[in-house]
Nanobody, 122 residues
Framework: QVQLVESGGGLVQAGGSLRLSCAASGRTFSSYAVGWFRQAPGKEREFVTLISGSGGLTSYADSVKGRFTISRDNAKDTVYLQMNSLKPEDTAVYSC???????????????WGQGTQVTVSS
């Protein structure tokens, strides 16, 4: 079992920045890929970014490429999502997830955090 807890969400103006954290506890965290997904009201959950267990591989949705950066510190069992140049359309609940597969598909992930709200005002 892996427990995930997100933090760092909040309200920010367009153009601003936030850093989300995903803290893990439980089994060996470095063996899991971690993805960030988001869901806005009335919309389907969508892939944002993911990182491999070692941190050597990353992938981004086109909508966030160049603005968001994912990283991880396996010594601290934590994954970070640095979000810069935020836009109102980034407003959503952001959730991290851990799984044994390096995948953009949320169905591949076994463990989920509770989510953190990010609101970007125009």
């Amino acid at each position: 079992q892996v427990q995930l807890v997100e933090s760092g969400g909040g309200l920010v103006q367009a153009g601003g920045s936030l850093r989300l954290s995903c803290a893990a506890s439980g089994r060996t965290f470095s063996s899991y890929a971690v993805g960030w997904f988001r869901q806005a009201p009335g919309k389907e959950r969508e892939f944002v970014t993911l990182i491999s267990g070692s941190g050597g591989l990353t992938s981004y949705a086109d909508s966030v490429k160049g603005r968001f950066t994912i990283s991880r510190d396996n010594a601290k069992d934590t994954v970070y999502l640095q979000m810069n140049s935020l836009k109102p359309e980034d407003t959503a609940v952001y959730s991290c997830a851990a799984g044994t597969y390096y995948s953009r598909q949320f169905e591949r992930y076994n463990y989920w955090g509770q989510g953190t709200q990010v609101t970007v005002s125009s």
